[in-house]
T-cell receptor, first 111, second 113 residues
Framework: NAGVTQTPKFRILKIGQSMTLQCTQDMNHNYMYWYRQDPGMGLKLIYYSVGAGITDKGEVPNGYNVSRSTTEDFPLRLELAAPSQTSVYFC??????????FGQGTRLTVV | KNQVEQSPQSLIILEGKNCTLQCNYTVSPFSNLRWYKQDTGRGPVSLTIMTFSENTKSNGRYTATLDADTKQSSLHITASQLSDSASYICVVVSPTGANNLFFGTGTRLTVIP
């Protein structure tokens, strides 16, 4: 089991550019999440999904979009990057309310 | 408002010493409480999960306690090692759907030789 895999690990974007953060899990988990972690702050939920074809907004969804076409994949899309989106992004998955497994994170800088 | 507060924000201890990290929460309803360890540049990794009926749970040198009445939890680390240097995050889970994990800001522990 690879667990939760995120790509890329690091990325620098210019203001206004777009990108997709990839997340895939091989544990057949139905729940998947995207969080961002700003320095000195707790993780904040951006979007989550309780199964393929179902997504919902978390606490801080503005500026992001997601899709869940398969159980394994949950990509996060940034359409018009802004400096406020500079952060570390974590994807996680779980089987319902059980333990969540996190990816290694993507460090994004918007300049 | 559902909140999770951790103390101290940061802690420096000598290798071999013990330490205790605190977590207070106001999350309701309550399903379980989790302690995660996050190494620098890595994702959080689960240490323990405690349900309402559990008062103490150990995982090697880590021992978590939970007082559901006072809504407090602690994580005690015994005989610290350099590899314990990390952030420790308290997460309280509410049984109200997938948008139900409430994260503390973490305690940054540094173990020095």
């Amino acid at each position: 089991n690879a667990g939760v895999t995120q790509t890329p690990k690091f990325r620098i974007l210019k203001i206004g550019q777009s990108m997709t953060l990839q997340c895939t899990q091989d544990m057949n988990h139905n729940y998947m999440y995207w969080y961002r972690q700003d320095p000195g702050m707790g993780l904040k939920l951006i979007y989550y999904s309780v199964g393929a074809g179902i997504t919902d907004k978390g606490e801080v969804p503005n500026g992001y979009n997601v899709s869940r076409s398969t159980t394994e994949d949950f990509p996060l899309r940034l359409e018009l990057a802004a400096p406020s989106q500079t952060s570390v992004y974590f994807c996680a998955s779980s089987y319902a309310d059980t333990e969540a497994f996190f990816g290694q994170g993507t460090r994004l800088t918007v300049v | 408002k559902n909140q999770v507060e951790q103390s101290p924000q940061s802690l420096i201890i000598l290798e071999g010493k013990n330490c205790t990290l605190q977590c207070n929460y106001t999350v309701s309803p309550f399903s379980n409480l989790r302690w995660y360890k996050q190494d620098t540049g890595r994702g959080p990794v689960s240490l323990t999960i405690m349900t309402f009926s559990e008062n103490t749970k150990s995982n090697g040198r880590y021992t978590a306690t939970l007082d559901a009445d006072t809504k407090q939890s602690s994580l005690h680390i015994t005989a610290s090692q350099l590899s314990d240097s990390a952030s420790y995050i308290c997460v309280v889970v509410s049984p109200t759907g997938a948008n139900n994990l409430f994260f503390g800001t973490g305690t940054r522990l540094t173990v020095i030789p």
